[in-house]
């Protein structure tokens, strides 16, 4: 292990140590003693309790264990079950009505909706790829995917393709932007004259529908763009007939860019592996970086290298004039990790520190960097930071976190409410007592959403004593997952988080099927949840037409009179009871979670890679993160505690799967075949997070991932 050096009596890396003090510190009214002293005080004062909040969690377990165990094989009893929670704490008292008092968010939080990425800050070039995915191009989104039926022919570019995607485009712009009369695709000319925008269709002059849509232009003759807003989200035409697709339109359009990614969480938690020092440095000064507006990333393409920065914000003439500015970023926040785990870059009294302290005091520290601009594009322009806390379980552990980020607020000189906190609903726990949840942090709180991956997977393990649960894809069609989703967008409407931040909703998880994405994803919004996690910024694009097509805060105040989500329905597990599957569907679904767990946990392990497109069993990819690897060790971790499955059937799938998933691999030049030894860090990881997943805690893949990934390191 590296030796530490001393710091207000803590050990600290020096990799960490040399981090704060000559780039997090340099320009802000902080000093490294006073930065320190804080962050002892803060440790001091937090880790204690934040161990205690870990134990409480191990008692509950163990006393849900106990009371399941007892009553295994009888009926499921819904009442005593909730009773027994109650009687045991688990169930709190919903509180007393209540309003959501945050304050200065900025509109892409509070007001506007629109999608949102989210991406592992330890990759640069993802972390400035989904900053600068604020405006995204409908035409490269539709020609480039299966968005559209079939594929572009030959290398070059292809006009047949491109005419599906311009009349793509047209029909959208026709529903979200009508003219009075006639379509966009029918348009010969848009002139803009006197504030005012006419377009010329079939040899007559019409309007726009809603005049007030026009927003602006930008440029001049005939290369330039015409502004448009609708639903609070921009829409800019682009002209320019000597370009190949401006040539073949008779108005000279050549593009439709849209506003795309209004907010991207930066991601210090489920989507990247950060085991130690060196790791954590890594996601704190590219965090700072975007912060401090100066990340820069050199990427190699076609033959040329190019750097990637921040993109500048967009300057656009108004119908009345004046100058329109609209920002060229995403708005950022960053997710910080949960209560659980401890990290060895600083020791206090020689044991490592809770990580989550650690980030708290860092991240926020770095955004300061932010709030002090005085010039220049700035990610907040209300002067927030906005931080994303999850996995936490219940309302106790959210005040506890209400009271760390004022605390870290109090010893950097902020103002109370400085940083505004996200709130993932994707523990048990926490959508059991979700509006206690948002009352604890009701000062501060501007997110909230359904992380249903972690949440199935808190649900398994939670009732890991009482049954074998559902084949995994069935899950997603019990009855608690709907309710957990509309009990989400109940209790942010009911406690005013309309108009006062984001309530979100979940991944789609196939990043190279825009076709299905674009059929399916329009639910969320129309489940009155005004933002929603993608996978890329061709997906933010596509995913962002949905939120012209619904209006989103009409939505919302329609739901306010509907009846709350049935309780009783979320409290239900999803267990299968008496039914009895055949041997040969058992051993699909080992054979499934097998090689979803190896295709995930060889790179992370491995390659120090937390998320990525992973091929399944049928070679389709998906998005896999820790989230989705929790629900698979879970899934079977339970069937094997009830004996559907055996530990011998596991190694054989485990042995099979390893074969497919190197295979899956064969192109990667870094990658390490498990096959044929079967005796690799990662190969033992993905064994151990399915025999040891019952006692896990909370059923999290983190302690196992962090044990094996540093061996490989080390290795």
């Not at 047949?160 to 009349?167: C, K, N, T």
């Not at 989103?552 to 039914?579: C, E, I, N, W, Y």
């Amino acid at each position: 292990m590296t030796a530490h050096t001393q710091r207000a009596g803590l050990q600290v890396a020096p990799v960490l140590a040399d981090f704060i003090e000559t780039r997090l510190l340099p320009g802000l009214p902080v000093t490294p003693e006073a930065f320190w002293t804080g962050f002892a005080a803060l440790l001091a004062e937090f880790a204690p309790e934040n161990r205690r909040l870990l134990e409480v969690r191990d008692q509950m377990q163990a006393q849900i264990d106990a009371w399941l165990t007892e009553r295994r094989g009888q009926e499921w009893d819904n009442s005593a079950w909730q009773a027994f929670l109650r009687e045991i704490g688990y169930l709190q008292p919903a509180p007393a009505p209540f309003s959501v008092t945050t304050t200065a968010s900025d509109p892409e939080i509070s007001t506007v909706a629109g999608p949102q990425l989210v991406v592992p800050v330890m990759n640069a070039r993802f972390a400035l790829n989904a900053a600068n995915a604020r405006w995204g191009s409908l035409y490269d989104a539709l020609y480039g995917t299966d968005a559209l039926p079939g594929a572009p022919e030959g290398k070059g570019y292809d006009a047949a393709r491109g005419a599906q995607a311009v009349a793509w485009a047209a029909d959208f712009l026709d529903s979200a932007i009508p003219l009075t009369e006639g379509s966009h695709a029918d348009a010969t000319a848009y002139t803009t004259d006197g504030g005012t925008l006419a377009i010329t269709v079939a040899g007559k002059a019409v309007a726009l529908a809603d005049p007030s849509a026009f927003a602006g232009t930008s440029g001049e003759g005939a290369a330039r763009s015409i502004l448009l807003r609708h639903n609070g989200l921009h829409i800019e035409l682009v002209f320019d007939p000597a370009h190949p697709v401006g040539a073949a339109s008779a108005s000279g359009l050549r593009d439709v860019v849209l506003e795309s990614t209004l907010t991207a969480i930066q991601d210090c938690e489920d989507s990247v592996a950060a085991v130690d020092a060196e790791d954590k440095v890594l996601a704190y000064g590219n965090w700072l970086g975007l912060m401090k507006g100066d990340l820069t990333e050199e990427v190699s393409k076609a033959g040329r290298t190019l750097t990637r920065r921040l993109n500048a914000d967009r300057s656009f003439t108004a119908p009345d004039g004046s100058t329109l500015t609209l920002p060229g970023r995403a708005v950022l926040l960053v997710r910080n990790v949960g209560h659980l785990m401890t990290s060895d870059a600083v020791l206090m009294g020689g044991a490592p520190v809770p990580e989550g302290l650690m980030d708290a005091m860092i991240t926020v520290t770095a955004a300061m960097h932010d709030l002090q601009k005085t010039e220049g594009a700035r990610n907040s322009r209300a002067g927030s930071i906005y931080v994303v806390k999850p996995k936490m379980h219940g309302p106790t552990e959210a005040a506890f976190a209400n009271r760390t980020y004022a605390r870290v607020e109090e010893l950097l000189g902020l103002p109370f409410g400085s940083v505004k906190l996200g709130l993932m609903d994707e523990e048990r726990r926490t959508s059991a007592n979700l509006p206690a949840c948002i009352e604890a942090l009701k000062e501060r709180i501007v997110f909230i959403n359904t992380g249903f991956l972690d949440r199935t997977g808190d649900e398994i393990h939670t009732v890991m004593q009482a049954g074998p649960v559902l084949p995994k894809a069935e899950i997603k069609d019990a009855v608690w997952l709907s309710a957990y989703e509309a009990g989400n967008v109940d209790a942010g409407l009911s406690a005013g988080m309309q108009g006062k931040g984001q309530i979100g909703k979940g991944m789609w998880a196939k990043p190279d099927a825009m076709a299905e994405m674009l059929g399916a994803k329009i639910g969320h919004p129309k489940a009155g949840a005004n933002t929603a996690w993608v996978p890329s910024p061709t997906a933010a694009t596509l995913h962002a037409t949905h939120y012209h097509a619904v209006d989103v805060a009409a939505l919302q105040d329609s739901l306010k009179s509907r009846a709350p989500a049935d309780f009783d329905a979320l409290m239900t597990p999803p267990l299968m009871g008496r039914r009895n599957l055949s041997a040969e569907a058992i051993a699909r679904e080992v054979d499934l979670n097998c090689q979803s767990i190896l295709g995930y946990v060889v790179r992370w392990v491995d390659q120090g890679i937390g998320c990525s497109k992973v091929p399944d069993i049928d070679d389709v990819p998906l998005m896999e993160d820790r989230a989705t690897l929790r629900i698979s060790a879970q899934f079977l971790a339970n069937w094997l505690m009830h004996d559907l499955i055996t530990e011998a059937q596991i190694d054989e799938s485990l042995r099979r799967m390893a074969l497919a998933v190197d295979r899956q691999n064969a192109g990667d030049a870094a990658y390490v075949p498990m096959a044929p030894a079967y005796d690799g860090p990662a190969f033992k990881a993905a064994r151990a997070l399915i025999l040891e997943g019952a006692t896990q805690p909370s059923g999290y893949t983190e302690p196992l991932l962090h044990e094996w990934r540093r061996t490989a390191k080390t290795a």
